[in-house]
């Protein structure tokens, strides 16, 4: 059994097991101080030792920007998040501390979310595919070739630059850092700031809608033409709604203008575009993925298969 | 020895090695038609046949958009290029034709760049590089976990969507597919259609190369955003031009906003976004690494390696 953690930037969902066949139920908390997150975390973990005697590792998938290489001085370190007490916080070590004898593995929510779709959502048998978050922020994690990209640090497609027309849109944005950036202009808190109301309580046929699938459809371009994933799949309660989804089809078929070849029929977006498959168990199945690929044994099924 | 071909939109160069240090001299000739060109590059290849005895494969880095699975029934075959008379055409096919005997490796030219970059160059010890050309065409080719992405297809990160500034660049951009992606904005033949002149003609100070610089920001910036590459390696006329590289980093500076912490320090620009080290010689180079890969000697080497 794995313990499965993913933190995020509302709440904190938890389970063990070892994939989709045999996870607990998942158990929930709002993601308040570090203080108060820790202690809860600390104490379903508990819960679950108790539980399970053959916990052979915890996986964590944290909201970010966090420090995800094992061998940097500042693994599991937070960094410049908007939520400024969660600065410097290190999850890693916080488990370290408690539960010195159980290996943790850890990489960024979307990049969980992106292991769980590939071990056992709608990733399986790609080389290549990106997971797209769109709720309180816009994350994305980008799987190539049997892993979740990290390069630099990772992945931030949030913080992509795309096309306002003032004229439309004339909201200026609300990122912090960049003003009317992809996270600025298309996250949930941008749609209260923009109608004054909650998405969920907005008809489905509001105007926002159509921006704000308009604006996804622009990271879709983009993402397909750097890095050519063969699917995006898309999580988040802003980009799983069935207009942004829709909308978000028709202006990527628009904006692509028939170059890509794998694309050419409207029909074929509705597998390039299309809903993960493990819906809201994706980010804690995924923090169970991560464990469970980090463990020895596995790593030694693995190369017995080979 | 294997044999590099690189095909390039305005011209083909050919050399034979096993890398760097042994290539041979390179020899170039115009991008025609494909019959003459086709006819150029057979010649050429019996050329190096009769000189090596003991050539072991070809290597070819070609212009896109272009088949490069070899699973896939048309392998080889050139897609939707603006170069209407090479539609169709099949290099792979071309090559097995006339040296049945011979193993062919195939990717992109950009691609091919990259793995040079990779063995030789740039991205030497990097996970995660990009390698951009920007000349006549703008085109990119991402390097993460030792090879090259495929995706779908391939990435076509020149037409990728940027921000104008109708204001300061009424230019419409020229991209017969997109109109102002960022190819129909930045590419040479834009610098010539906005100002009347080729780039070489006009002078280090002319506004043009800011506001290239600028649009070649916004792509190193959604590559960070997306792919999080460790490097960017520049190639291309346009894309080496000092000034446009200064430019590019500075403004992929000011747009980033200190939010990606490795590149908080502007020193720290002039790492991740420098010239390609392989010089006119990367994209042969980059053909002879494709067929050096792909040698069935290269994997036993490899595999004894490890």
Known sequence: MFIGIEVGGTKVVMAAGTGPNDL??????????PEATSAAIV??????????????????ASFGPI?????HPEFGVIYETPKLHWRGFNIVQLLKAHFPDIPVALDTDVNGAAIGEAEWGGGRGLDT?????????????LYVNGKPVHGLLHPE????????EPGRDPFPGMCPFHGDC????????????????????????????????????????????????????????VGLKPEVIARSRAEFFRLVGGYLRALKQPESLQAFIQPAQLGDRAGVLGAVGLAVRASPLTKATQLEAQ
């Open 24 to 33: 607990t139920e998942l158990v929930r908390f709002p993601t308040e101080t």
């Open 43 to 60: 104490r379903q973990v508990k819960q679950y030792l108790a539980l399970y005697p053959t916990i052979r590792g915890i996986g964590v």
């Open 67 to 71: 420090q995800v290489d094992p061998a």
């Open 129 to 141: 595919f990106a997971y797209v978050t769109v709720g309180t922020g816009i994350g994305a994690g």
């Open 157 to 164: 497609a949030g913080h992509m630059l795309i096309r306002r």
């Open 182 to 237: 992809l996270e600025g202009l298309a996250s949930g808190p941008s749609i209260e700031a923009r109608t004054g109301q909650r998405g969920e309580h907005l008809p489905d046929d509001h105007d926002v809608w159509l921006l704000i699938g308009d604006y996804l459809a622009q990271l879709y371009v983009n993402m397909a033409m750097i890095a050519a994933p063969q699917r995006i799949l898309i999580g988040g309660g």
